[in-house]
């Protein structure tokens, strides 16, 4: 093959001809993820402050105490949600983007050029459907907390927290179950939907999965603000800055 | 009407430099309807492909404004005003003259990968099987997804990595409901895969809508994966002995 | 002079759906084979075809049969079909189809898992085989992928420019590749012409770029002949807004799935005109139906009329027409799901062309085989929806084995004649070498707007006239051109060669028409509004002698009993 000639001269970092604002979308996800993982992090190594009268704070959930663990609780489980978002098909892309700049926008010169792609290393990024099984465990777990935060010292209530338990673990679920690796268990791995054992309802279970996937980016952001909204919640509760606000 | 100057790179291979257009604009106006008026009055030697103008032949690639875009479909109305329109080829490819690239690395690809082989006992086909690979074989073969995929722009791994427009093509094959080829070894092996960040550009400039990373790039990675990464599946294809 | 030269059984000139389907027919027979594609591979005009392919399947109307398709053919082409030709097609277009879906094509369905037929103009039961409205895409794909892995070699972007002869059989070709503009040759046995039409030759037309009647002329100047040239078909529903869209092809399958044609009163005009068909009218008929509208003042604002799906539900349109809501919402701002379209007719299909044998496709000259629309006697007088992509693959077959047998007993190669050859090269190098202001860009816009307007949808003795005349003095400007630039990829020097073909194609369409003095099918005379008996037994013919066109005419091929019985119990 010959040589590319290159007649723009795309050869350094941010070099296009785009007239646009393409900056805009990877700085905005640089600056929000990096809030975030900071958030938790903080939020992870304070071992306080993760629950308010019913409600357990979702960096916390499931809550697992042990003797022999010298940390807090929250990295027994926070692994399994980390991972699942780490190599989730959408965050891959908004970091790779922003953070590796392969690319930061589309049709826009590149800083450096070693590029391996998913491979060597990356490879890992296949074991997305592990973390998936994890995350729908510790979903059950979310659930079971959303449950728990109707019961006000053994009577059934609800209060503002409540709510914000309850929009998280939708969000959560939404996000979950609208995973490319989901959509591939559930029917995207058949061939012949008419000739497969249950194809049908594969089929069908196929669509309905493949049509809240193909908003998997807004799920998957809504539910990280509504995860950090959700722990900011209780924290402040716990700490008591603010009241919970009894609905009934 | 007023003139909008159009920026048009003229040049071949050895190089070349943008040369300034003044072009009468009507109503409804695509790039393609400017530049074959320069073609008609100003220059006509201007080297451009197109075929049908209609968005259905993909044809007339090329960088407007420094997005991959085909001509036929960008209105000038949908671009910045008051401000000159340039028109480049497209990057990734070699150019020949003008707007015109070499494409045939694309040809080559096509040629390399392991053809449609049916079941031969006469089944039945149902709307099921065949929605999700129809939305594949709306490619019209435009190139643009090459163009803007960073691993070919960037990178220039045009030796060990196919491109979006074939893992679109290898994902009808594989999903077709009729077909018995086993492509895992070819696609996790020859196609550069892996190469692939799902950065979604390619989703972004396809003229036809198809969902190129959700639809065609991501379900061939998660084969891949049931295939090479899942212990899991192979333990138990082991215990069971399914496949 | 040496030329890059590449040696071949069987020389394919064209890539379309007629081309593709006749090289890997020939390669399947074991012979080498070439394909040379004016543009890239896979961009032909096929592509363009929408609505989908006709062929008696049963699928949807179970009384569907190939005599019923077979009839209405002959109904749709006014009885001046070549009835050989129209009777393998109704008998084999199903098999070709079902080959097409084995060698992975994916048509529509239907609920019991067979290809989906839906309704289209002129024919009698549901029978166009569809992929929503990109039929013709899916068709090429497959086929270019059929003989991409058939080990045939394509040529991309190269133009012949002049087939050569040995004696009085085909010898070779010679071409140029538009990259950098040099010769080649080829040697081959056979060659067998799949250019299609050559709508550029009007202004408002729903062709590409490269349609432009190359294998017309090239078999015309070869010595062969051509049939039934002033038989153009427009077609009823090309855009008629924005300007720079004028003409692209709005799919017969609008009206096929409901679509509704109305003018600026708001009256389904088509119960004035053919109240049994209304809107599937057959398009000739249609087509003058939408002009006499407009030019009676009932017109839409941009003088087409109105064609309405909005009554279907919008995600239904969007199912079976998705190109359609794609062109219409990106191009022109129109929902078609909402509001209705603006359409007038475009000039769309020639069913003139190369006369063929309807077994193999082969012309009257030795070792020259055609296929698809550059072929003439199909479609008669007007061609039916659906039944031009059924024409390629059932011909493009017939071709490909008609010119596989023909090479096949040919021992040896026949011979280059040099000096021929150093001729043709020369012709097409010399408008670099000459000086003036003839631009032909211009003489291009000269001889749309003059077919347009005097060799158009309704023509008349005098403007027939006044074309020709036309012609003959853009043919003195064109051989005058001159042509800036280098020889690399310089689209003006293409335009030179595309446009004697085209010129010739109109000469002959024009001379054609002249002769034809009856109202028929496509052709339209004012001043012989009717059908005449006389004329419907006649073939007018055009080739060449002594270097200039000769227009004759030959008797329509007389039909067997059984199949005259049959259009009768079919009336």
């Given at each position: 093959m010959e040589k590319t000639v290159a007649p723009a001269a795309m050869v350094k970092f941010g070099t296009t001809q785009r007239k646009d604002a393409w900056w805009a979308a990877p700085t905005a996800t640089v600056a929000v993820l990096t809030l975030f993982v900071i958030y938790s992090m903080v939020r992870a190594f304070e071992n306080n402050y993760y629950i308010a009268g019913p409600y357990l704070s979702p960096f916390y959930s499931p809550l697992l105490l042990f003797d022999w663990w010298p940390l807090s609780p929250a990295f027994l489980i926070l692994w399994a949600p980390a991972g699942f978002r780490f190599t989730c098909y959408y965050y891959r892309k908004a970091y790779y983007r922003a953070y590796a700049a392969h690319p930061f926008a589309c049709a826009v010169g590149e800083p450096h050029r070693d590029y391996q792609g998913e491979t060597k290393l990356f490879l890992f990024q296949n074991l997305h459907r592990f973390f998936l099984y994890a995350a729908v465990v510790v979903l059950f777990f979310l659930w079971h907390d959303v449950i728990k935060a109707f019961s006000f010292g053994g009577h059934f209530g609800m209060g503002f927290g409540t709510l914000v338990l309850l929009v998280n673990t939708v969000l959560l679920s939404g996000y979950t179950f609208s995973c490319h690796s989901f959509r591939h268990f559930v029917g995207g791995n058949v061939d012949c939907f008419s000739c497969a054992k249950a194809g049908r309802v594969r089929f069908k279970l196929w669509k309905g999965v493949s049509s809240i996937n193909e908003h998997h980016m807004l799920w998957a952001w809504t539910s990280l603000f509504a995860v950090m909204a959700a722990d900011l919640y209780v924290r402040l509760v716990a700490c008591g800055a603010i009241h919970d606000l009894r609905i009934f | 009407m007023p003139d909008v100057t159009f920026k048009v790179f003229r040049g071949d291979a050895k190089g070349g430099q943008a040369i300034d257009y003044p072009v009468p604009i009507a109503p409804g106006m695509v790039v393609l309807d400017a530049l074959h008026y320069i073609q008609g009055y100003l220059a006509p030697d201007l080297a451009v492909r197109w075929n049908c103008k209609a968005a259905k032949c993909g044809s007339c690639s090329a960088e407007v404004n420094g997005k991959p875009a085909l001509m036929c479909k960008t209105r000038l109305d949908s671009l910045p005003t008051g401000r000159p329109i340039t028109v480049y080829p497209m990057k990734t490819f070699p150019v020949i003259k003008d707007l015109v690239c070499d494409v045939s690395w694309n040809y080559d690809v096509n040629k390399k990968i392991p053809p449609y082989r049916p079941a031969k006992d006469g089944r039945k086909i149902y709307q099921e099987d065949v929605d999700r690979v129809q939305e594949f074989r709306k490619c019209i073969e435009c190139f643009l997804c090459q163009d803007v995929c960073h691993v070919l722009r960037e990178h220039e791994k045009k030796a060990e990595f196919a491109g979006p427009r074939f893992f679109v093509r290898l994902a009808g094959l594989e999903m077709h409901p009729n077909d018995i080829t086993d492509r895992s070894e070819f696609l996790k092996n020859s196609s550069g895969l892996g190469l692939c960040n799902i950065t979604k550009c390619c989703t972004e400039v396809c003229p036809e809508e198809i969902h190129i990373t959700d639809n065609a790039i991501i379900p061939l990675k998660e084969r891949v994966a049931d295939r090479f990464f899942d212990p899991l599946r192979w333990v138990f294809a082991k215990i069971f002995g399914r496949k | 002079?040496?030329?890059?030269?590449?040696?071949?059984?069987?020389?394919?000139?064209?890539?379309?759906?007629?081309?593709?389907?006749?090289?890997?027919?020939?390669?399947?027979?074991?012979?080498?084979?070439?394909?040379?594609?004016?543009?890239?591979?896979?961009?032909?005009?096929?592509?363009?075809?929408?609505?989908?392919?006709?062929?008696?399947?049963?699928?949807?109307?179970?009384?569907?049969?190939?005599?019923?398709?077979?009839?209405?053919?002959?109904?749709?082409?006014?009885?001046?079909?070549?009835?050989?030709?129209?009777?393998?097609?109704?008998?084999?277009?199903?098999?070709?189809?079902?080959?097409?879906?084995?060698?992975?094509?994916?048509?529509?369905?239907?609920?019991?898992?067979?290809?989906?037929?839906?309704?289209?103009?002129?024919?009698?039961?549901?029978?166009?085989?569809?992929?929503?409205?990109?039929?013709?895409?899916e068709m090429i794909r497959t086929l270019q992928d059929k003989g991409v892995h058939s080990g045939i070699d394509v040529y991309m972007e190269l133009t012949i420019f002049r087939l050569l002869k040995d004696g009085g059989k085909i010898a070779g070709a010679i071409g140029y590749w538009r990259k950098t503009g040099e010769f080649v040759v080829f040697k081959t046995k056979a060659i067998v012409l799949a250019t299609g039409g050559g709508g550029k030759a009007y202004q408002i037309t729903s062709n590409s770029w490269e349609c432009t009647g190359d294998g017309h002329a090239l078999a015309y100047e070869a010595g062969a002949e051509l049939i039934d040239m002033e038989f153009f078909q427009f077609h009823p529903t090309g855009m008629v807004w924005p300007p720079g869209v004028k003409g692209l092809l709005v799919t017969e399958g609008v009206r096929g799935e409901g679509g509704l044609l109305t003018n600026n009163k708001k009256e389904r005009f088509m119960q004035r005109y053919d109240p049994k068909m209304m809107e599937l009218s057959t398009r000739d008929m249609v087509a003058r139906s939408i002009y006499t509208e407009v030019k009676e003042g009932r017109g839409s604002p941009h003088g087409g009329v109105f064609l309405d799906i909005s009554h279907l539900a919008a995600e239904r349109v969007k199912k079976k027409l998705p190109s359609m809501y794609h062109q219409f919402k990106e191009l022109a701002d129109v929902d078609i799901t909402r509001e209705p379209m603006e359409v007038g007719p475009t000039a769309h299909?020639?069913?003139?062309?190369?006369?063929?044998?309807?077994?193999?496709?082969?012309?009257?000259?030795?070792?020259?085989?055609?296929?698809?629309?550059?072929?003439?006697?199909?479609?008669?007088?007007?061609?039916?929806?659906?039944?031009?992509?059924?024409?390629?693959?059932?011909?493009?077959?017939?071709?490909?084995?008609?010119?596989?047998?023909?090479?096949?007993?040919?021992?040896?190669?026949?011979?280059?004649?040099?000096?021929?050859?150093?001729?043709?090269?020369?012709?097409?190098?010399?408008?670099?070498?000459?000086?003036?202001?003839?631009?032909?860009?211009?003489?291009?816009?000269?001889?749309?707007?003059?077919?347009?307007?005097?060799?158009?949808?309704?023509?008349m003795e005098e403007d027939l006239k006044k074309g020709i005349n036309k012609i003959e003095e853009l043919k003195h400007r064109a051989a005058k051109l001159a042509v800036k630039g280098e020889r690399t990829y310089n689209p003006g020097w293409h335009l030179v060669g595309d446009l004697k073909s085209l010129l010739t194609v109109s000469e002959a369409v024009a001379n054609a028409a002249l002769t034809r003095k009856e109202s028929r099918g496509a052709h339209s005379r004012i001043d012989y509004p009717n059908m005449d008996e006389k004329f419907g037994k006649l073939n007018v013919v055009v080739s060449r002698k002594n270097g200039e066109m000769n227009i004759s005419t030959s008797p329509v091929p007389e039909m067997p009993e059984e199949l005259k019985r049959l259009l009768a119990e079919n009336k």
């Open positions: - | - | 002079m040496n030329y890059e030269t590449h040696e071949h059984d069987v020389l394919v000139i064209g890539a379309g759906g007629a081309g593709l389907r006749a090289a890997v027919e020939v390669s399947a027979k074991g012979l080498s084979v070439g394909v040379v594609s004016k543009s890239l591979l896979g961009k032909a005009h096929t592509v363009m075809a929408e609505g989908g392919i006709a062929a008696a399947m049963a699928n949807v109307d179970a009384k569907d049969s190939w005599q019923t398709h077979f009839s209405d053919t002959m109904k749709g082409g006014k009885f001046l079909n070549n009835w050989r030709m129209a009777q393998l097609h109704a008998q084999e277009s199903p098999d070709r189809i079902r080959e097409l879906e084995d060698w992975g094509a994916l048509f529509d369905r239907t609920p019991d898992g067979e290809i989906l037929q839906r309704a289209f103009g002129g024919h009698t039961y549901k029978r166009l085989c569809h992929v929503g409205d990109r039929t013709g895409l299909y020639m069913m003139g062309g190369v006369r063929v044998d309807a077994e193999t496709g082969a012309s009257t000259i030795p070792g020259l085989f055609a296929c698809g629309e550059v072929t003439g006697g199909m479609h008669g007088a007007n061609r039916l929806g659906g039944n031009s992509l059924s024409d390629l693959v059932v011909f493009g077959r017939r071709a490909g084995m008609g010119a596989a047998e023909y090479a096949r007993k040919l021992n040896s190669f026949p011979l280059l004649d040099q000096g021929e050859l150093e001729k043709a090269a020369k012709d097409m190098e010399t408008p670099f070498q000459r000086s003036g202001d003839e631009n032909p860009y211009q003489i291009h816009r000269e001889l749309q707007e003059s077919m347009q307007s005097l060799v158009g949808i309704f023509r």
